[in-house]
């Protein structure tokens, strides 16, 4: 597995807080047995009403459908994003689109652990660095937006801003161990150890 | 210095720390169901390891059973798949599998307890994030993704960072009508629904020492509403006195010890906590959703906010759920018609709140635009509730009684909203589109609630339309 340090590329800005997993990834779409093809299906619902609207003249199409965003590899986004389900369709589904690192103010704790098992750092900033990233990306959709997991910064269009990162999650992806459960292996008698201690395990 | 519940338990789980700081905790009961396992069994045959605990390992189906027609194959084809991908698992590995024919199926949340595979003391572990329901044993268990399925399978061990504890203490009685339900969502809508991220929640106090397990149930199954992945009421003589003479509890001797050892693993009484919460649940009333997110609520007899109302960070919100609602802001919840009635899921679908739905559709009759549907969580309640007439009760009274499964609370099977129907629903979350159709509406509440909804064909306040004797928190 290899480090996680720095993710630099165009960004996605997702306005809203609360953004969940079932509109990440609507239920019907988890219906099969592999994750493949998931990325075509992100934000559909969302993004159909969105870009229903917006070829009724009325705002603009949703940022997965708005070619202006392809081929972005940073999301943008506000407060608790991915609350809900803990379904891992809706984070491999962005993985599979390409996104790379996720800046925001807060992610739930289960799409924050299902990201970093597949190597995709969720970075929190403040509420007004979010919205200035977003603006800036809004604006000029090239802006490259750059995250460093060795400086705690991301930067953009000129502009700095602190990340906060759990030291634990820091310390998987600078040291390429984001990916659990090889390490989880490596010790199999303590396992048996503990297991063995459990009045549970054994039967009373 | 004393510990709480989830320190003692963390403690006797930890296998070492790893290098990036966080523990290797030993799970001790991980269940599996058939959405968020089959890619973990692929990443396991990919890189050939064995499953390392089939013996601490339980299936079963329950998201994309049909609720209607169950003969196999099913005529959904995906779900098909599903389940017998599931079977085929299961069969490979040796991992116990309480599959359709075996009379124990169910939503996964409601048969770990009602076979006893749920004990106070353990860590549990499941791909959903109401994991947080087991909980209500004393038991710390939280929902994770594929790819830590894929850990638990392998290792029966999970990479986690340690949690906070805040202790929630509902003081007082219960008023006529309220239910474990009207609780969760009163603590969520105060807290928020991220005011949990980072802890685990410890109930407590009066009302909740009161409670059946199956009230407990219901109020840690929506821990995670709250942005707490774990939730947890410290177990007592009510939670041993349930597990007596379960197919997988302890027996004889053994269960003496076990209740010695489940016993000592409450918190102690000088406990320290990281925050502590207290609420009069006198002042609790029956609650009603009307957003697009579990906080988004209201009493029963309050009128819906207007953005004016609440502080700035939440207007936009407001503002989004109201309009996905169709709600106006300042009228009342009260009134609100509703299409579709679904009592069902892993908050609310156990034999008790079956017998307090009943209770109001008893000698009534669903009103004539209503569709109502009532799923039971469990085969077990299902025959439950038979041998008690209730089945025949919601059917005098023009509701549909179906097959064990979470249907219309996601949607998986063919159990959905159509368009814009609002469906007054004793589930768990009111996401845009969670009940199935993109546009599709869902107000949460008791399923005494749902039940009086669905006679009345419109929101109303249960407590108008309960017969004595009293609720059960109440007693
Ligand atoms: S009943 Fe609903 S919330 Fe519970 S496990 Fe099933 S889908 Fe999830």
Known sequence: ?204 | MGETLLEKVWRAHTVRTLPNGQTQLFIGLHLVHEVTSPQAFDMLRARGWRVSRPDRTFATVDHIVPTKDQRRPFLDVMAEDMMSALERNCRDYGIPMADLSSGRQGIVHVIGPELGLTQPGMTIACGDSHTSTHGAFGAIAFGIGTSQVRDVLASQTLAMSPLKVRRISVEGTLGRGVYAKDVILEIIRRLGVQGGVGYAYEYAGPVVERMTQDERMTICNMSIEGGARAGYVNPDETTFRYLEGRPFSPRGDAFERAVQWWASMASDRNATYDDEVTLDGATIRPTVTFGINPGQSVAVDERIPSPTDVPPQERTSLAEALEFMGLAPGAPIAGTPVDVAFIGSCTNARLSDLREAARIVTGRHVAPRVRGLVVPGSQAVSHAAEREGLDRLFRDAGFEWRGAGCSMCLAMNTDRLEGREICASSSNRNFKGRQGSPTGRTLLMSPAMVAAAAIAGEVVDVRTMIPAPESPAVR
């Open chain 1, 1 to 204: 597995m290899s480090a996680v340090d720095r993710v630099s590329g165009r960004a996605l800005p997702m306005r809203g807080d609360s953004i969940d997993t079932d509109r990440i990834m609507p239920a019907r779409f988890l219906r099969a047995i592999t994750f493949t093809g998931l990325e075509a299906h992100l934000f559909e619902d969302d993004r159909r009403e969105a870009d229903a609207r917006a070829n009724a003249g009325n705002g603009k199409p949703h940022p997965f459908s708005d070619p202006a965003y392809a081929g972005a590899t940073v999301l943008l986004v506000n407060a608790n994003f991915g609350c809900g389900s803990s379904r891992e369709h809706a984070p491999q589904a962005l993985h599979r689109w390409g996104i790379r690192a996720v800046v925001g103010e807060s992610f739930s704790e289960i799409f924050f652990s299902n990201s970093v098992a597949l190597g995709v750092p969720c970075v929190a900033v403040s509420r007004d660095a979010a919205g200035a990233l977003m603006t800036l990306v809004e604006k000029d959709p090239a802006t490259i937006v750059d995250v460093s997991l060795s400086d705690m910064r991301v930067s953009a269009g000129g502009t700095s801003h602190p990340i906060a990162l759990p030291a634990s999650a820091r310390a998987s992806f600078l040291t390429g161990h984001w990916d659990a459960t090889g390490l989880l292996l490596r010790e199999p008698e303590a396992i048996a150890r503990v297991a063995g201690a459990l009045p549970y395990v054994t039967g009373f």
